[in-house]
């Protein structure tokens, strides 16, 4: 059986990475979440104290401070995913905190980070068999993947979601603020200059605005499946 690679691309909170942890699962593939890499680096420059109260990013020191930021994922079989660290730490809860999400678009357009960053995805994804999320897979990072998906769902659907993912992290963010952030961050993630968040010519769409998790697997497994058959 051949190892293909399947990138997915969509907005902010679109459920990429519960269907992408889903098909890398079924077929046995390495899973690698690309938002979480931009989400280390964007931690590691709040606790340097690279961003100020304002949001505003010391772009020099970032820079300067890049060779010191080392990414691995790292399997645990206790969530049965793997993890991102950073300089060998596990960081995989700290990312996911609101703080990071308010800051990581500004660190996600420094053409720095992004060179740094999608040189480190080809890697891993270049050998096939994986499932990779993110923003530019489908046009930058593995423009030659077998299959490509671009998922996208109303900002109604998708606040709903990021917010009952924070409750259950026990995190009392207002709805609306988290609304907020996801428009901001489609926003800046559209229009940024380098590698903006597009759709790729030849990838699937997928609005899951009213799909289920399994009607959605389904279809993708469907498709993953035509390409593995052909
Ligand atoms: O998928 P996510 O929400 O965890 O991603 C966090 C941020 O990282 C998102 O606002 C945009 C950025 N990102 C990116 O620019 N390119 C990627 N391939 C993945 C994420």
Redesign the pocket.
């Known amino acids: 059986m051949k190892r293909i690679s399947i990138a997915i691309d969509g907005l902010?909170?679109s459920g990429?990475?519960t269907l992408a942890q889903g098909l890398a699962k079924a077929l046995n593939y390495l899973y690698i979440?690309?938002?979480?890499?931009?989400?280390a680096v964007t931690l590691f420059a709040l606790r340097e104290k690279l961003i100020d109260h304002d949001g505003s990013l010391d772009e020099p020191a970032m820079r300067e401070a890049l060779s010191r930021v080392y990414l691995t994922f790292r399997f645990n079989p206790g969530s049965g995913r793997s993890e991102i660290c950073l300089n060998s730490r596990n960081v995989e809860k700290e990312i996911r905190s609101h703080e990071v999400?308010r800051h990581?678009?500004v660190i996600?357009k420094m053409p720095e980070v992004?060179d740094k960053l999608v040189l480190a995805q080809r890697r891993m994804g270049e050998v096939g068999g994986v499932v990779m999320?993110?923003?530019?897979?489908g046009t930058v990072?593995l423009p030659d993947a077998e299959v490509k998906f671009y998922m996208t769902a109303s900002i109604e659907a998708r606040g709903q979601r990021r917010h009952a993912e924070l409750v259950r992290r026990g995190r009392t963010v207002p709805l609306e603020e988290v609304v907020a952030n996801l428009q901001e961050?489609d926003r800046?993630?559209s229009t940024r200059e380098h590698?903006p968040?597009m759709q790729a010519e030849d990838a699937i769409v997928i609005d899951n605005s009213d799909l289920s998790i399994e009607q959605q697997f389904d279809h993708m497994m469907a498709c993953v499946q035509q390409v593995l058959d052909a």
């Open positions: 902010s909170a990429k990475s979440d690309t938002g979480a890499m931009y989400r999400s990581v678009s996600a992004r999320d993110g923003r530019d897979i990072v961050r800046i993630d590698s968040l």
